[in-house]
């Protein structure tokens, strides 16, 4: 199975500022043969299912702010938030869709500080 | 965008069923990929596995394998999951998560608003 570890585990950020959030994978999510990373990035707020945020690693899905933004290949990606909103309290799951069993980091709670 | 409708809560004893369905409010067997995933109270996200109805492609994790059966109908286009053996462990919400296309290997695009299956003696 392919494990995704994220860091930091909770962050705390000052309104305004940058947020940055890491996630491993434990084998490349790279398609050669595409040159596509499989690699989402989804916010889940309480009491409502995930949104999906980033797909292909750095593709903004429609209709999501452009303060998110998604980089990173092979093993290594970051997901960041450019000037953080009071709206952006969520955790934070980023997902490999390279292989089954399609797994998901443990989460990532990001907080104001 | 389509809505995926998902069934109501559920509450089950242990070592019975359960069965929730995922309704999509539009598009066709053709237009989606089905996956399910699962969220345990305060814990993370872990996927159960998927569907490919227009194949019948089916993938399952492997922790549930023997216990989950994904299934779908083509009209209207509705994916189906079963657990068997409910264990108290088993208590979570269960999202369905639609891939647009017939692929499993996708982002997952359109979510449920999950349901909520209670196991309890």
């Known amino acids: 199975d392919i494990v995704m570890t994220q860091s930091p585990d909770s962050l705390a950020v000052s309104l305004g500022e940058r947020a940055t959030i890491n996630c491993k994978s434990s084998?490349?999510?790279?398609?050669?043969?595409?040159?596509?990373?499989?690699l989402g990035w989804y916010q889940q707020k309480p009491g409502q299912p995930p949104k999906l945020l980033i797909y292909w690693a750095s593709i903004r899905e429609s209709g999501v702010p452009d303060r998110f933004s998604g980089s990173g290949s092979e093993t290594d990606f970051t997901l960041t938030i450019s000037s953080l909103q009071a709206e952006d309290v969520a955790v934070y799951y980023c997902?490999?869709?390279?292989?089954?069993?399609?797994?998901f980091g443990q989460g990532t709670r990001l907080e104001i500080k | 965008q389509v809505q995926l409708v998902q069934s109501g809560a559920e509450v089950k004893k242990p070592g019975s069923s359960v069965k929730v369905s995922c309704k999509a409010s539009r598009g066709t067997f053709r237009d989606y990929s089905f996956n399910w995933v699962r969220q345990a109270p305060g814990q993370g996200l872990e996927w159960m596995g998927g569907i490919i109805p227009l194949f019948g492609t089916v993938k399952y994790a492997q922790k549930f394998q023997g216990r989950v059966t994904i299934t779908a109908d083509e009209s209207p286009t509705t994916a189906y999951m079963e657990l068997s053996s409910l264990r108290s462990d088993d208590t979570a919400i269960y999202y369905c998560?639609?891939?647009?296309?017939?692929?499993?290997?996708?982002?997952?695009?359109?979510w449920g608003l999950g349901t909520l299956v209670t196991v309890s003696s």
């Open positions: 084998q490349s999510v790279l398609y050669i043969s595409n040159n596509k990373n499989y």
């Open positions: 997902q490999q869709y390279s292989d089954t069993p399609i797994t």
């Open positions: 998560a639609g891939v647009e296309g017939i692929t499993i290997f996708g982002s997952f695009d359109y």
